[in-house]
């Protein structure tokens, strides 16, 4: 029997296609995987090149497969597209990834470990929650604009706008008042 060398793994949610081939190119393993059957997949195959696209949850299956002594590589999604042969299916993709891996010219992405990952999801959610600060300010300065209250623009200029007065007026809009 021939030995598998190389894999193309397509990456989803739950569902995974996965393409093997010897040596000479003959396809040994074309089937789809549940995900609680990939490491167990990974761990009956020896050594061999896994070849996937960087997307989601790419750093974390090349960890766990790199893990079982399996050489990985990660390729960016628009480097392996001109190899799909036919329509863009699942399978077809997992075949382009076994093919494009092979290619001596081809740019590989590193595989990120957990602590640089976290490091990213901090830096993008830092980034997510000062774009919501921006984004609500500028609501509020627009809401209050609509009673006649213009604030000005940035957040420490709309702080100090936006204090009112007790509650003591029963008509009309609140009166601002300015912080000290």
Request: contains cysteine; hydrophobic residues 40%.
């Amino acid at each position: 029997m021939e030995k598998i060398i190389t894999v193309g793994l397509d990456l989803a949610k739950s569902i995974f296609q996965v393409h093997g081939i010897a040596e000479n190119g003959e396809v040994l393993v074309r089937r789809t995987l549940r995900r609680s059957q990939v490491l167990p997949f990974f761990r009956g195959l020896p050594a061999c090149l896994v070849g996937m696209e960087a997307c989601a949850s790419a750093h974390h299956w090349a960890r766990e497969i790199a893990a079982l002594g399996h050489s990985v590589c990660m390729m960016p999604p628009a480097y392996v597209k001109p190899y799909v042969k036919r329509n863009k299916t699942d399978m077809a993709d997992a075949e382009a990834i076994c093919e494009a891996v092979t290619r001596p010219t081809m740019r590989f992405v590193p595989v990120k470990t957990v602590e640089q990952q976290a490091a990213g999801m901090i830096l993008r959610t830092r980034e997510l929650l000062m774009r919501q600060r921006s984004q609500t300010a500028n609501a509020l300065r627009a809401h209050m604009a609509e009673l006649g209250i213009i604030a000005g623009t940035g957040t420490q200029a709309s702080q100090n706008s936006w204090c009112f007065s007790g509650t003591k007026k029963t008509t009309g809009s609140p009166a601002p008042r300015a912080l000290p």
